[in-house]
Nanobody, 122 residues
Framework: QVQLVESGGGLVQAGGSLRLSCAAS????????MGWFRQAPGKEREFVAA????????FYGDSVKGRFTISRDNAKNTVWLQMNSLKPEDTAVYYC???????????????WGQGTQVTVSS
């Protein structure tokens, strides 16, 4: 079993920054691919970023590439999403996810957190 808890969301002005954290517990963390997804009202869940066991393997959705950075610390069982140059269209609930299976990084995740709200005002 894996438990994921997100934190760090909030209200920011356009152009500002936030850092989201995801704390994992319950079992071994280091082998998982970790991802961030988001869902805005009335829209489908969207892939944001992912990181494999190596920091060399990171992936980003087109809408956030160059603005967001994903990182992890396996010793702390924690993954972060640094969000810079935020835009109103980034407003969504952000979810942390863990994938215990090798392969795809944009889908197929096994465990999900409850989400944290990010609101970007104009």
């Amino acid at each position: 079993q894996v438990q994921l808890v997100e934190s760090g969301g909030g209200l920011v002005q356009a152009g500002g920054s936030l850092r989201l954290s995801c704390a994992a517990s319950g079992r071994t963390f280091s082998s998982y691919t970790m991802g961030w997804f988001r869902q805005a009202p009335g829209k489908e869940r969207e892939f944001v970023a992912a990181i494999k066991w190596s920091e060399s393997f990171t992936f980003y959705g087109d809408s956030v590439k160059g603005r967001f950075t994903i990182s992890r610390d396996n010793a702390k069982n924690t993954v972060w999403l640094q969000m810079n140059s935020l835009k109103p269209e980034d407003t969504a609930v952000y979810y942390c996810a863990a994938n215990e299976n090798p392969g795809a990084v944009r889908s197929g995740y096994d465990y999900w957190g409850q989400g944290t709200q990010v609101t970007v005002s104009s």
